[in-house]
């Protein structure tokens, strides 16, 4: 089944504690990206890939890290968390920008 | 960068009307256009998309238009259905310097009443 996964789906942690969201997809995908979806903001980019050992910033970069070392993952890095960080995270996997973005099921994480 | 403006924040409806949720976008380089329904607890979904080629662009009761000219486009819904009610997300990708960024509006939470 083609799908994209992201793991853990829920998380509680402390400011200032490092956390690793992974995503992965089985579609053979060039591109990926990830998203932090906020009451009344929508989807805000933080970053995507266009390929492997390609990452660039979306809109709101700062406090994340990722890394692309496979075509298949795309971990999302808070290396020191903040309460303003407490959001609902998606993944996403596509062919390209301009083409349907399949996302993962999300990631509600809470920073306390 | 890209800037994309969605109207209105909510909308709430009779069943059998149509809806129609308003766009705009700041880059005029910007040439893909799609639209994504979440519903509660779920993960967005492509309903429909347009290119920036293309005017218009129709499947079954979902449609979106597009102004290239006035950098706006619209998603219309006809006959709506309570299977309907959902937030609605309409988006923007990058082109030229930006190419490679997906920029989305504030969404739009849809209720269609029976």
């Known amino acids: 089944e083609a799908q994209v996964t992201q793991n853990p789906r829920y998380l509680i942690t402390v400011t200032g504690k490092k956390l690793t969201v992974t995503c992965s997809q089985n579609?053979?995908?060039?591109?990926m990206s990830w998203y932090r979806q906020d009451p009344g903001l929508g989807l805000r980019q933080i970053y995507y890939?266009?390929?492997?050992?390609?990452?660039d910033k979306g809109d709101v970069p700062e406090g994340y890290k990722v890394s692309r070392k496979e075509k298949r993952n795309f971990p999302l890095i808070l290396e020191s968390p903040s309460p303003n960080q407490t959001s609902l995270y998606f993944c996403?996997?596509?062919?390209?920008?301009?083409?349907?973005?399949?996302f993962g099921p999300g990631t509600r994480l809470t920073v306390t | 960068g890209e800037n994309v403006e969605q109207h209105p924040s909510t909308l709430s409806v009779q069943e059998g009307d149509s809806a129609v949720i308003k766009c705009t976008y700041s880059d005029s380089a910007s040439n893909y256009f799609p639209w994504y329904k979440q519903e509660l607890g779920k993960r967005p979904q492509l309903i429909i998309d347009?290119?920036?080629?293309?005017g218009e662009k129709k499947d079954q009761r979902i449609a979106v238009t597009l102004n290239k000219t006035a950098k706006h486009f619209s998603l219309h819904i006809t006959e709506t259905q309570p299977e309907d009610s959902a937030v609605y997300f309409c988006a923007a990708s990058g082109g030229g310097t930006s190419y490679g960024k997906l920029t989305f509006g504030q969404g739009t939470i849809l209720t269609v009443h029976p």
């Open positions: 347009i290119r920036s080629n293309v």
């Open positions: 579609m053979n995908h060039e591109y």
């Open positions: 890939s266009m390929n492997v050992e390609v990452t």
């Open positions: 996403a996997s596509s062919r390209g920008p301009s083409y349907e973005q399949y």
